[in-house]
């Protein structure tokens, strides 16, 4: 049984990694003045392709860096900054903007650690509604890898069929693969008429609860395995690309009205309800709950995995840690453009209002 993230928190020997000051962060970012492009995955060439792929490969070989207890690689302090503040960056107002900066991280380390210098890619699911296996994204050459193989899902082909992941859900170490269990019942909230209904919300606490509760699922859970798990999710690569389609969602529900809101943000600082993706409408991740209850063989879901048992998720619904919310800097439970974002040491906190545009600061992008 996975122990509560929250009372592991307080634990492991942590406080190097915590902010350590109460006051605001200030800006330290240069100003953008070359944006990275952002593309579809099917847009970029095949030499663009295998590129970003040899990047993400050098992420999980280069040796970690920021003084994270156990993590070996920066692959790894990613995946534990994704981790340990789970239940602050999901089901929060702050979703959007955390995930945007964790991109915008991402990209950086691709850049300055390992040279990389091509668009940034993003998965455009919508496309691949109905038939998620034929994707070009699970290409076996010029992709990630197919569908698991086996009772366990393990990956099995592909750049990343070697990859071993290091972090547990209660931040323990033991290696384990990279599983998929592809399937379209899941990916089906990504068609084009639910991307429709999240882009004609008027306010950003609608837009953040349509696009967490619908297409955030979508990409998740059809890709299942290790995607579906709230917590270990960032392992497998395909999450960037995933999120990276959250964020062109996010950012094209701006350009409707950039005068608004470029500044418009809001929400609960800490989730109301627990649970991780199952489990209905937002802030709660499948809406409607695409999956069947019981016999999940039909959807490709993981042994064992049933949406009608008690969340598998920890940590979500307990006591806010206060070695998180003190250091939001709102003045309440309120999301604001102060609030601080936080990456456990791998790049430097900034705030919400630092990347509501994506053409400036540390996101720096422009998507064609």
Excluded at 39 to 62: F, H, I, P, V
Excluded at 93 to 119: D, S, W
Excluded at 235 to 260: N, S
Excluded at 304 to 326: K, Y
């Amino acid at each position: 049984m996975f122990a509560p993230v929250l009372f592991v928190l307080g634990a492991l020997p942590l406080i190097s990694c915590l902010p350590s000051v109460k006051v605001p962060y200030q800006r330290r970012i240069d100003e953008c003045t070359v944006p990275i492009q952002r593309k579809s995955w099917t847009a970029l060439t095949s030499e663009e392709k295998l590129g970003y792929l040899k990047a993400d490969l050098c992420l999980m070989s280069t040796p970690a860096k920021s003084g994270i207890p156990g993590a070996d690689t920066l692959w790894d302090e990613l995946q534990y900054a994704h981790i340990i503040q789970v239940p602050y960056v999901h089901f929060v107002g702050a979703f959007l903007p955390f995930h945007r900066y964790f991109l915008a991280i991402h990209a950086h380390l691709l850049q300055t650690e390992c040279n990389y210098e091509g668009p940034i890619p993003y998965w455009n699911e919508t496309v691949d509604v109905g038939d998620i296996k034929a994707s070009a994204i699970f290409d076996v050459e010029y992709g990630f890898g197919g569908n698991g193989t086996g009772a366990s899902g393990c990956i099995s082909d592909g750049p990343f069929a070697d990859l071993a992941l290091h972090f547990n859900e209660d931040l323990n170490t033991t290696d384990y693969c990279v599983t998929r269990f592809l399937n379209d019942r899941a990916l089906s909230s990504a068609a084009q008429e639910r991307i429709d209904a999240c882009m004609a919300m008027g306010a950003y606490t609608e837009i953040w609860n349509c696009l967490e509760g619908g297409p955030h699922g979508a990409g998740h859970g059809g890709v299942a395995g290790t995607m579906i798990n709230l917590y270990l999710s960032p392992g497998d690569p395909i999450f960037y690309l995933h999120h990276g389609f959250l964020d062109k969602l996010w950012w094209d529900w701006q350009t409707l009205d950039l005068e608004t809101r470029l500044t418009e943000i809001g929400g609960n600082n800490t989730a109301s309800r627990g649970g991780g993706f199952p489990g209905g409408g937002p802030p709660g991740g499948f809406p409607g709950n695409p999956f069947a209850p019981g016999d999940n063989s039909s959807v490709g879901l993981p042994p064992g995995f049933n949406f009608s048992a008690p969340s598998p998720f920890p940590g979500m619904g307990g006591d806010p840690d206060p070695a998180f919310t003190d250091y939001f800097f709102d003045g309440g439970n309120i999301t604001t453009l102060n609030h601080t974002l936080w990456s456990g040491g791998i790049f430097q906190n900034i705030t919400i209002g630092d990347v509501m545009d994506p053409r400036s600061g540390l996101v720096c992008a422009e998507y064609v």
